[in-house]
């Protein structure tokens, strides 16, 4: 089945076509098997949290908004999972918080980076970070912690997506500041953030999107003020009350 052929009336269409973006990027070389797996764990928390946006991931969405518009250098962190989901949404978020993309893989091989790349300068990038490698996420072995020096290694903010704990962790340590989009709000990735978006990436970052167009105009003083006022601890406890709390009947409700 293509996308095209899915149903849009299905009632449970958004899921199969995410399901179908994943398998395609597996078969174009652009998501690892791994990345199967972890679109399944993400399904399962989807499912318990209503398929919507928490209340407080839109405030972590407008928190994130303005964190990437007070940045320095901004950097989105683009792996297979984010690359097959939501590659268009991607580009325009780096464009509307005049971000840099780098591509950055657990399971880094030269020729998947390349196929990532491409494939965001299909949906709009210019240019697309992540081939050189010359940079490096200390505390974590080689493989995994290549960046380009010009990239993550530089930037003050760090946008990374469905990132792995360890490296949440390294990034951490290195000073960034971090803006995580996770659906499991107990995963080390999320709760290492200094501002976890616990909800869908393909919902996540098209908010965050109309978040920086809302505030565009905002002075310095009301983008901080927007940033103090996001508390990570409280986003992440109502993420976990809703999922531990929540029930099916309100999830149809919604
Ligand atoms: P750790 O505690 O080390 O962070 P983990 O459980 O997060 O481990 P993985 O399976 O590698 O380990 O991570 C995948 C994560 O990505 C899961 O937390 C899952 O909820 C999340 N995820 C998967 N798909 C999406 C999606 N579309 N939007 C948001 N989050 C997603
Ligand atoms: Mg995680």
Request: aromatic letters at 2%; proline letters at 5%.
């Amino acid at each position: 089945m293509t996308e095209t052929e899915i149903p849009e009336d299905h009632p449970r269409y958004a899921s199969l076509v995410t399901r179908h973006r994943i398998e395609a990027g597996v078969e174009r070389g652009i998501t690892s098997k791994q990345g199967l797996i972890a679109q399944g764990r993400g399904e399962a928390f989807d499912y318990l949290l209503g398929e919507r946006t928490l209340p407080s991931a839109d405030d972590a969405a407008r928190a994130a908004a303005a964190t990437l518009l007070l940045a320095d250098r901004p950097v989105i962190s683009v792996n297979g999972n984010v690359a097959a989901l939501a590659p268009g949404e991607t580009v325009e978020l780096a464009e509307a918080v005049g971000a840099e993309l780098e591509v950055n893989l657990f399971n880094h091989t030269d020729e998947r980076v390349r196929r990532i790349a491409d494939h965001l300068r299909e949906h709009g990038a210019d240019e697309v970070k992540g081939l050189a490698g010359d940079g490096e996420i200390p505390g974590l072995d080689h493989a995994r912690g290549v960046v380009d020096a010009d990239g993550i290694e530089a930037a003050d903010v760090v946008v990374v997506p469905l990132e792995d704990g360890d490296r949440a962790a390294a990034l951490d340590a290195m000073g960034k500041t971090e803006i995580v989009v996770d659906l499991n709000p107990g995963s080390r990735s999320p709760r290492t953030a200094d501002v976890p978006i616990v909800d869908n990436l393909l919902r996540a970052v098209p908010n965050v999107t109309a978040h920086a167009e809302d505030l565009a105009d905002a002075t310095p003083a009301e983008l901080e003020r927007v940033v103090d006022e996001f508390d990570a601890d409280a986003a992440l406890d109502a993420a976990e009350g809703a999922i531990r709390e929540g029930s099916f009947a309100d999830a149809d409700a919604a």
